[in-house]
């Protein structure tokens, strides 16, 4: 195989890759969709409560699930999992815009969608009761004076980890690399906000209310 040619005019000349995030193979990529429903003239957000016996059981989130290979977009995914989720015709769901993508501490990016979904009534969705317990329909209004509760959650960056026994396992062995002090033990230390709506008896909270902080917070400066 020849070398190739070590000079700036080759990479000027050969360099077609487009741009993205740097790894996105390796995350888990999912898309969530802001379902909004018109009855009997409210305008509602539409949120799901979901299965108890599922992961995150018994959280408030948004419909949509993992973007799959056979999809042709990250908003097919959010409409797909809309209508699976919430018993409706896809036909019925409509996208208005994109939104801003979220891209997790955890190594997984979240698309979101802003929707509409065409009903006349509140029995008109036939949730999937494998994966959604019931229904929150919120009036789009409330949230619009309504501010949500801020927290403060902490991370860390370790180079090892505890087996199930209490012993350490070096992940990262930064020591033996001769890399400074501060690398052996923990380090990137900070704060993330989270945001908490309290909607009668139920929380909305984590990457939904974040998720939804920004759409409310853009939808007030319409």
């Known amino acids: 195989e020849l070398m190739k040619n070590l000079t700036v005019e080759f990479i000027k000349n050969n360099w077609s890759y487009k741009n993205n995030i740097l790894n996105f193979d390796d995350f888990f990529k999912a898309s969530i969709l802001i379902p909004l429903c018109e009855i009997d003239g409210n305008l509602y957000i539409i949120f799901e409560k979901r299965a108890t016996n599922i992961k995150q059981g018994d959280e408030i989130c948004f419909p949509g699930g993992k973007y799959e290979k056979t999809d042709s977009n990250f908003s097919y995914t959010a409409l797909r999992e809309t209508s699976e989720e919430l018993g409706i015709g896809i036909d019925r769901i409509s996208i208005i815009h994109e939104l801003d993508t979220l891209i997790s501490p ?38 619009l004076n309504q501010n949500p509760e801020i ?72």
């Open 106 to 143: 955890f190594n997984s990016i979240i698309y979101s969608f802003l929707g509409f979904i065409e009903a006349s009534s509140f029995n008109d969705f036939n949730i999937n009761l494998d994966e959604v317990q019931k229904l929150l329909f919120i009036p789009l209004d409330w949230f």
């Open 151 to 222: 927290y403060k959650i902490y991370h860390e960056s370790h180079p090892h980890t505890f087996d199930s026994n209490g012993n350490k396992i070096n992940t990262f062995p930064a020591k033996s690399f001769g890399l400074p002090d501060k690398y052996h033990t923990s380090w990137s230390n900070g704060f993330r906000d989270i945001f908490l709506y309290k909607y009668e008896n139920e929380i909305i909270w984590g990457f939904t209310a974040a998720i939804l902080k920004d759409f409310i917070d853009k939808y007030n400066k319409l």
